[in-house]
């Protein structure tokens, strides 16, 4: 018969091959310290001769433990559970031990049991971030010892390693304190999170010792869906920052602000706790405090191995915290409450950071950006975003789901000598839209200044960085008719050669006649359409009415967008049912040719209410504005 293979070696083949007993060979391989070194050093050079291995379920049997240690964690998702994870495995490993991981799913009525039945198939637990109330942990813990808790406080007898979460908080107040805010909102993570009711705590004491600091504690969650769902709320609130529970509620906080056209900082800060790895990623990067969650799941490692080896090591203390200090926090705006035409008050543009900002003494009312930041797949551009009556409600939306091209109000066309300005799918005739490498963009070459009047001297480049046309943009704001007017007037010189501007419609697609100023309004429960043409989209489309609105129904309130032509007059193209969208068409069924040095100017105002309007209203409306 052949060798017998190596993976059936057993104790006794080494016991042989070492001429001592199986229960030497037993006592050298368990680590014991009774076998004499030159008797010890022969059965391991047999035991490597032989290729064993002793079988981990014999040699726990043996000592009576498993060389393994139960992790329980609230939600595996979190990335704060992760590097807690990360830095108890990484540490575990290098003792020989290996971790069994169970999850509560953020179930405090689970956790108990969860706990007992790992804890029965391991040497020791690990409770991060535990759920239970006081009295059920209390009643948990001398059942599974050893055991160590992680970020929650126990008894003087139980291990545990925390973060003091009270001066995480009040790091991030003090920081927005000291950028000028006074109104801000907490956003509160799970009840039974000992975390949370820590920062509670601390916000109470911060208060007391700001007298005239504001806190608004709303209710929330821990999850990014939590911090989507919050922004109502937070609007409602009037705040002008926001410190979220972790960094996850920010994330959900920051993408449902852009939707509705709030700018972070420009309009409210936002702070979020923990600095996870996507902390830095966020749009805009996220303001946060540091909670150096891998070194304390080392530490804890550390900490429970010492009990469980009866080492007497001494244990570093808990990580330092720190602040992040990125784009998502900035000074208080200067005002924060609309005052509506009030007698006396100015419109006028101001330059914050690298954007031009239209206000008055009360409210930002309008952002001009220059879309550098913009994939060049949605052909890069100026625009302006967000847009907001004197009430606050935003008029505008940027990069929505269903059009990622559509950047608030823009001068997008969608073809110029067949680059594309407008962004996203060209319509080709025999293949139907069509992504193309044909995007070009528009840059400024210089803004200037004067009170309510922006003048912003921009070039059309092809897709090969070649210059196609000239443009001066004068942006205008003022008050009026209870509201605000806004007037965009757009000059083209064909200065560096002949130019074609086309739509879709002069090549092959009917009725798709889009291309100009475009404005691309939120979607919102109800929109109506009024034109001099009537009532609805259909009576609208593709007309020569001078005027067009958008009547928008929300939760709690009524908004108007007039839209009307104070020159000549272009068709109009507009959705109100897929999107909510409209514009004067340049080249509705036919191509616009300038000739080399041709210059021809066009233009779009609106008027922007906290009201709705019939037609009958609207016709008197626009009788006095033209």
Known sequence: MGRTPKDSITIADVARAAEVSRATVSRVMNGRLTVAPDIAERVRAAADRLNYRPSDLARSLSLGRTNMVALVVPDLANPLFQQVLRGITNASAAAGYRVLVAETDEDPAAEAGIALAARRRCDALIMVSPRLDEESLLELLPQVQPVILVNRPGPAEVASVAVDYGRAVRIVVNHLVGLGHRRLAFLAGPPASASNQARLRSLDIV?????????????????IEDGYAAVERVLESRVTAVVAFNDLVAFGLLARLNEVGVAVPADVSVAGMDDIGLSRFAVPSLTTVRVP????????????????????????????????????????????????????????????????????????????????RMPQVHSPRPYLHPVRTLGGHPLTEVSPVDHRHHYGVSLAVAGVNGTSHWGGRTFLPDRGPTLLPNHGQQRSRGVSVDGNTLTDEVTWYDEQGRPQLAERRLLRGALAEGGWRLDWESIFTARYGPVRIDSPATTGRAGAGYGGIFWRLPTVEITTVLSDSGEGTDAAYGSTSRWLAFIQQRA?????????????????????????????????????????????SFSLSALLLDHPLDLSQARTLMGRLL
């Not at 007391?208 to 600091?213: H, N, S, Y």
């Not at 429970?304 to 009866?310: E, F, K, N, Q």
């Open 556 to 600: 709690d309130a009524f908004t108007t967008l007039l839209l009307f032509q104070p020159g000549d007059v272009r068709p109009w193209f507009l959705r109100s049912e897929d999107y909510v969208g409209a514009g004067p068409a340049l080249a509705w069924d036919g191509a616009l040719d300038l000739q080399p040095e041709q210059a021809v």
């Open 207 to 223: 208060q007391r010792e700001i007298p005239d600091l504001e806190l608004v504690r709303l209710d929330c969650g821990w999850s």
């Open 293 to 372: 969650q891998q070194e304390l799941g080392e530490l804890a490692w550390r900490r429970l191995y010492a009990a469980i080896s009866g080492a007497d090591a001494e244990v570093d203390g808990v990580p330092d915290l720190r602040l992040a200090v990125r784009a998502s926090t900035g000074p208080v705006p200067q005002a924060t409450q609309p005052t509506g035409d009030a007698p006396g008050e100015r419109v006028g543009w101001q330059q914050q950071g690298d954007r031009f900002v239209l206000g008055g003494d009360s409210l930002p009312l309008a952002h001009y950006e220059f879309g550098r």
